[in-house]
Each structure stands twice: as C-alpha cells, then as structure tokens.
C-alpha cells in the first residue's frame, strides 16, 4: 500500500506570496492532518479535515488554510507569506476512527522556504 | 496534549548499549501516546505507540511504558544498532481538539 504523497517536495517563494501544497493520504485514509515543523518550535499541529470539513484547528493565524476533497485528499494554503513560515510542513493521514486513538502516518513533507 | 517535555535533547550511546528517552505530560485526559522516528529529510515515522489502559508494550527491541498517576512515558531501546541513529518524537493526544502534541525530539547517536 502506498504511503502519505506530498508535493512539492520543495518551494522557494518571496515574502508577500501566497502558496499551496498538496497531500495525498493512504488509500482507504478519511482524515488528514497537517503540521509544522522548525527548529524552535518543533512540529505544531495546524489543522485536521474529515469528510471534507475541518474538524479540528491548532494555535495558527488566519493565514494557514486548508481543505478537503471528496477523494480525501488534502490542499493547504498560506498567503501573504513571511520569513517565519519557512518550515518543512508534514501532513498526516489516519483511517479516522476517532482523533484520540488513530495512529497518524507521516508523509516525506515539503520544504518552504521564504526569502 | 496541553504540553509535552522530553528528555534528554541528545543521547549518545555504544552500539549494543540500551538507550532510554523519557517524557512527561500535562493533560490528564491525554489516553494515547505514540512515539515516532525522523531520520534526515524524511517525515516522521511511527515506531510504537502505547493507550492509557495499557502499562507497556513490547515491539522486538523498542518498549514503551507508561506511569499515567505520574504522567510520563518512556521509550527503551535494546541492543541498539547503527540504524537506530535518528531524532526521536514522543507525542500525546489529549481531550482538547488540537491534534498530536510533541515533545522537543531526541537525537539519538549511536558510536561504533
């Protein structure tokens, strides 16, 4: 079974630029999350979708988005960048049986970076 | 989780030593605690995880134990190899809607 996509694998984008980013989940996955991860503040939980809506959101401004399509995979978009969204940004599939106990499979991430 | 404190933030061990990553958290209502393996330029990858009606559990040579009165939870690994050398993640999910909750990492090195 193949495993967590994401693409692009790397992004080179100059302050004041939007971007998007796309994950593919685990087949027969409904639910994807996304996180952050940098060198300060580790890997911080962004947003959770299933079925399409966005179940569950972390500590982020409005600028972080996402979504979900019918065929469970996910988008997320950051506008107006800044240098401190440079981050390798991972995304999480889990069968979703219920956040508490679902295991959470990784992708390879995409790394953003903001001049 | 509301947070999540791991330590030590490096861990250097021989080849064929044990080596023990420990970790401790905040919320209560936190009943799954997973650990994950970062190698370079690769996403986070599950190794074991542990629920709250469970005290340990053992997967070849990686265990986790969890003390839930004292709220923390340890990764021991046996018989460590070179492969083992990577960043190491403990993770919680608590009753609050805000996904896995990290701790800082441990890089685990692994001398020859």
């Known amino acids: 079974k193949a495993g967590v996509t994401q693409t692009p694998r790397y992004l080179i984008k100059t302050r004041g630029q939007q971007v998007t980013l796309s994950c593919s989940p685990i087949?027969?996955?409904?639910?994807v999350s996304w996180y952050q991860q940098t060198p300060g503040q580790g890997l911080q939980f962004l947003f959770e979708y299933f079925s399409e809506t966005q179940r569950n959101k972390g500590n982020f401004p409005g600028r972080f988005s996402g979504r979900q399509f019918s065929n469970s995979r996910s988008e997320m978009n950051v506008s107006t960048l800044e240098l401190g969204d440079s981050a390798l940004y991972l995304c999480?599939?889990?069968?979703?049986?219920?956040?508490?106990?679902?295991?959470?499979?990784f992708g390879p991430g995409t790394r953003l970076t903001v001049l | 989780g509301e947070n999540v404190e791991q330590h030590p933030s490096t861990l250097s061990v021989q080849e064929g030593d044990s080596a023990v990553i420990k970790c401790t958290y905040s919320d209560s209502a936190s009943n799954y605690f997973p650990w994950y393996k970062q190698e370079l330029g690769k996403g986070p990858q599950l190794i074991i995880d542990i629920r709250s009606n469970v005290g340990e559990k053992k997967d070849q040579r990686i265990a986790v134990t969890l003390n839930k009165t004292a709220k923390h939870f340890s990764l021991h690994i046996t018989e460590t190899q070179p492969e083992d050398s990577a960043v190491y993640f403990c993770a919680d999910v608590g009753g609050g809607a805000d996904g896995l909750t990290f701790g800082k990492g441990t890089h685990l090195i692994i001398q020859p």
């Open positions: 999480a599939s889990s069968l979703a049986l219920g956040l508490d106990t679902d295991t959470q499979y």
């Open positions: 087949s027969g996955h409904r639910s």
